[in-house]
T-cell receptor, first 114, second 108 residues
Framework: DVKVTQSSRYLVKRTGEKVFLECVQD?????MFWYRQDPGLGLRLIYF???????EKGDIPEGYSVSREKKERFSLILESASTNQTSMYLC?????????????FGSGTQLSVL | DAKTTQPNSMESNEEEPVHLPCNHS???????IHWYRQLPSQGPEYVIH???SNVNNRMASLAIAEDRKSSTLILHRATLRDAAVYYC?????????FGAGTILRVKS
């Protein structure tokens, strides 16, 4: 089975800190995605990547950046964390660029910014 | 954006079938219809997807209306482990855009 691993289950940071959320997948998938999940809003796409060193903005990229130096790893970066970035962050991967491929999700990182 | 509309919540009895509806009146001809579910404290997991024809797998069945403006996810015998949020999703520019989903409660 595909495994998508997020480095932390819970994270507490202070306003203004630089935050790194790490995601690793073990199935050689081309595509990786970062979503945030907030009550009543479902999942919203922040950034995605179809290849190493390649990134595209999702629907809510403001305040975030990403890095994909290796195929298996996709990092989400909060340059200066703010309280409105308190959320559940979910990483996902899929095999090809077409959306009719399955997405495999990690268990999520609950980030609290104080 | 292709949008979906689902009821906020539904309730079912254990061992009974469950029909989860989804409306997607703005669907385009090449959009796949995807269903994912999210169990408590976990990331979403794939359930099923289809384009035009009804689809079956070991988890569920997907019934797609002839005009493709709606679909129904069918759980044939609900168990307590099926209690989750169910998301009906369409493609949007090669991305999956999730809505708020339907909270399914299963009573024993």
């Amino acid at each position: 089975d595909v495994k998508v691993t997020q480095s932390s289950r819970y994270l507490v940071k202070r306003t203004g800190e630089k935050v790194f959320l790490e995601c690793v997948q073990d199935m050689d998938h081309e595509n990786m995605f970062w979503y945030r999940q907030d009550p009543g809003l479902g999942l919203r796409l922040i950034y995605f990547s179809y290849d190493v060193k390649m990134k595209e903005k999702g629907d809510i990229p403001e305040g975030y950046s990403v890095s994909r130096e290796k195929k298996e790893r996709f990092s989400l970066i909060l340059e200066s964390a703010s309280t409105n970035q308190t959320s559940m962050y979910l990483c996902a991967s899929s095999l090809w660029g077409r959306a009719n491929e399955k997405l495999f999700f990690g268990s999520g990182t609950q980030l609290s910014v104080l | 954006d292709a949008k979906t509309t689902q009821p906020n919540s539904m309730e079912s009895n254990e061992e009974e079938p469950v029909h989860l509806p989804c409306n997607h009146s703005t669907i385009s001809g090449t959009d796949y219809i995807h269903w994912y579910r999210q169990l408590p404290s976990q990331g979403p997991e794939y359930v099923i997807h289809g384009l035009t024809s009804n689809v079956n797998n070991r988890m569920a069945s997907l019934a797609i209306a002839e005009d493709r403006k709606s679909s129904t996810l069918i759980l044939h015998r609900a168990t307590l482990r099926d209690a989750a949020v169910y998301y009906c999703i369409l493609e949007y520019g090669n991305k999956l855009v999730f809505g708020a989903g339907t909270i399914l409660r299963v009573k024993s």
